[in-house]
């Protein structure tokens, strides 16, 4: 039943989606004479779409056409965003600048100024809003196809390095770890994206290597040799895994298995010694939801060394609140994943209304802060806007 809504609400959306990109394409004074064609163009768009709604949690659709729905998906909304905001640009432009509605408003007063500072006039003739009109709807066709092209480039070809350097109370001395999270290895991203990772990390010479969640999108069997590479991280201390929600969606034992037999030490409401720190790992809240695998919190944190930091590995910020006052004065650092940053402008908007902290260093208390990464891959369309694929360089020093 779940898929079902599932399938049912994301199709009505991105139809909405759809139909809103073709009427405003449609008023646009460069390609108004072709608006038939981007009517066939976005039927074919939504078609793909509805072939991958109605097929999701079944996994009897093809490669091909689950990517074909994902990359229309991503087209769709990002287009849309474009489109949305020129409209409103548009109304304030022309409608309101045209009919001289409410005259004493300091806010068109101020439009009406900058209007007289750029063209000579506040009021436009019928030719000039014309030619304006042209030129702007020339910039969002360049605009709208810039922001995808832009949105693939930054979650394919651009693998940033972020430095970080926390300090923490008792550590006795510096440490240095490689953060990733959110890889999604399986339908885009394969074994040469993780084969990158690892050549990455390897480079900055960590002291262990903390992988926080959602590391595959295939079940143990699919992957095949995919998640191989992770056996050739060379670091002092080890590699420390803790679960996803997609771990959950993919079949939890298989990769949870498939990931200990490359040799990473799996955190499931556990905690280790070493190095001079305590690290806590947890599994998922996912799996209150579900109803398997639930994360313990009070088992994690249980037999720590009082007279070291603690780290806590956790997928998803806002498990932070499944966490009592009690157990959070025992963390120093609570690392986390999932939110992707956001992964595609203005979708971060609902990620904070979700997550709250969704990227970024935070100071939660006076002795608790906790580090958000934007993920190394990505998950849905292949695109990022105002968001970064990013391994996290975490170097720890003594407060």
Same mark, same amino acid.
């Given at each position: 039943?779940?898929?079902?809504?599932?399938? /049912?609400? +994301?199709?009505?959306?991105?139809?909405?989606?759809?139909?809103?990109?073709?009427?405003?394409?449609?008023?646009?004074? #460069?390609?108004?004479?072709?608006?038939? !064609?981007?009517?066939?163009?976005?039927?074919?768009?939504? #078609?793909?779409?509805?072939?991958?709604?109605?097929?999701?949690?079944?996994?009897? /659709?093809?490669?091909?056409?689950?990517? #074909?729905?994902?990359?229309?998906?991503?087209?769709?909304?990002?287009?849309?965003?474009?489109?949305?905001?020129?409209?409103?640009?548009?109304?304030?432009?022309f409608k309101f600048n045209k @009919? %001289?509605?409410?005259?004493?408003?300091?806010?068109?007063?101020?439009?009406?100024?900058?209007?007289?500072?750029?063209?000579?006039?506040?009021?436009?003739? %019928?030719?000039?809003?014309?030619?304006?009109?042209?030129?702007?709807?020339?910039?969002?066709?360049?605009?709208?196809?810039?922001?995808?092209?832009?949105?693939?480039?930054?979650?394919?070809?651009?693998?940033? =390095?972020?430095?970080?350097?926390?300090? !923490?109370?008792?550590?006795?001395?510096?440490?240095?770890?490689?953060?990733?999270?959110?890889? *999604?290895?399986?339908?885009?991203?394969?074994?040469?994206?993780?084969?990158?990772?690892v050549k990455n990390i390897n480079?900055?010479?960590?002291?262990?290597?903390?992988?926080?969640?959602?590391?595959?999108?295939?079940?143990?069997?699919?992957?095949?040799?995919?998640?191989?590479?992770?056996?050739?991280?060379? @670091?002092?201390?080890?590699?420390?895994?803790?679960?996803?929600?997609?771990?959950?969606?993919?079949?939890?034992?298989?990769?949870?298995?498939?990931?200990?037999?490359?040799?990473v030490n799996v955190l499931e409401?556990?905690?280790?010694?070493?190095?001079? !720190?305590?690290?806590?790992?947890?599994?998922?809240?996912?799996?209150?939801?579900?109803?398997?695998?639930?994360?313990?919190?009070?088992?994690?944190?249980?037999?720590?060394?009082?007279?070291?930091?603690?780290?806590?590995?956790?997928?998803?910020?806002?498990? =932070?609140?499944?966490?009592?006052?009690?157990?959070?004065?025992? /963390?120093?650092?609570? !690392?986390?994943? *999932?939110?992707?940053?956001?992964?595609?402008?203005?979708?971060?908007?609902?990620?904070?209304?979700?997550?709250?902290?969704?990227?970024?260093?935070?100071?939660?208390?006076?002795?608790?802060?906790?580090?958000?990464?934007? +993920?190394?891959?990505?998950?849905?369309?292949?695109?990022?806007?105002?968001?970064?694929?990013?391994?996290?360089?975490?170097?720890? =020093?003594?407060?």
């Amino acid at each position: 039943m779940k898929f079902y809504t599932f399938s /049912i609400v +994301g199709s009505l959306i991105f139809l909405f989606i759809n139909l809103y990109c073709y009427k405003s394409l449609s008023r646009n004074t #460069a390609i108004k004479p072709y608006k038939t !064609i981007f009517l066939i163009v976005f039927t074919f768009v939504f #078609a793909f779409e509805l072939i991958y709604f109605f097929s999701f949690g079944f996994y009897n /659709i093809s490669l091909l056409f689950y990517r #074909a729905g994902i990359f229309c998906m991503g087209i769709s909304f990002m287009a849309f965003s474009i489109l949305l905001i020129y409209d409103i640009f548009g109304v304030l432009v022309f409608k309101f600048n045209k @009919t %001289r509605r409410k005259k004493n408003n300091i806010i068109f007063a101020k439009f009406n100024q900058i209007c007289l500072n750029l063209f000579g006039t506040s009021k436009f003739s %019928r030719s000039r809003r014309r030619a304006l009109r042209f030129l702007l709807d020339i910039g969002v066709l360049i605009g709208v196809c810039g922001y995808i092209l832009k949105g693939i480039y930054n979650a394919n070809l651009s693998l940033h =390095i972020t430095k970080r350097q926390v300090k !923490i109370k008792n550590l006795t001395n510096p440490l240095k770890f490689a953060v990733i999270s959110d890889i *999604h290895i399986g339908e885009f991203l394969k074994k040469d994206f993780m084969n990158k990772i690892v050549k990455n990390i390897n480079q900055m010479k960590p002291d262990g290597v903390f992988i926080v969640g959602d590391l595959a999108d295939l079940d143990g069997i699919k992957l095949g040799d995919m998640l191989d590479p992770l056996k050739d991280l060379q @670091t002092k201390f080890g590699v420390y895994f803790v679960s996803g929600n997609h771990e959950y969606y993919n079949g939890f034992d298989s990769i949870i298995q498939k990931v200990k037999n490359l040799g990473v030490n799996v955190l499931e409401n556990e905690s280790i010694e070493f190095g001079g !720190i305590n690290l806590a790992g947890v599994n998922d809240i996912s799996g209150f939801r579900l109803g398997f695998n639930e994360p313990n919190f009070a088992k994690a944190l249980s037999n720590l060394n009082p007279n070291l930091p603690t780290i806590l590995l956790s997928h998803q910020p806002k498990s =932070i609140n499944f966490i009592s006052p009690n157990l959070l004065e025992k /963390i120093d650092l609570m !690392i986390c994943g *999932h939110t992707h940053a956001g992964q595609i402008f203005p979708f971060g908007f609902f990620v904070w209304l979700d997550q709250k902290y969704t990227y970024g260093l935070y100071q939660i208390t006076q002795k608790l802060q906790m580090l958000v990464t934007s +993920g190394a891959g990505f998950w849905g369309p292949p695109m990022r806007i105002f968001s970064k694929s990013e391994i996290v360089e975490l170097n720890l =020093i003594g407060e």
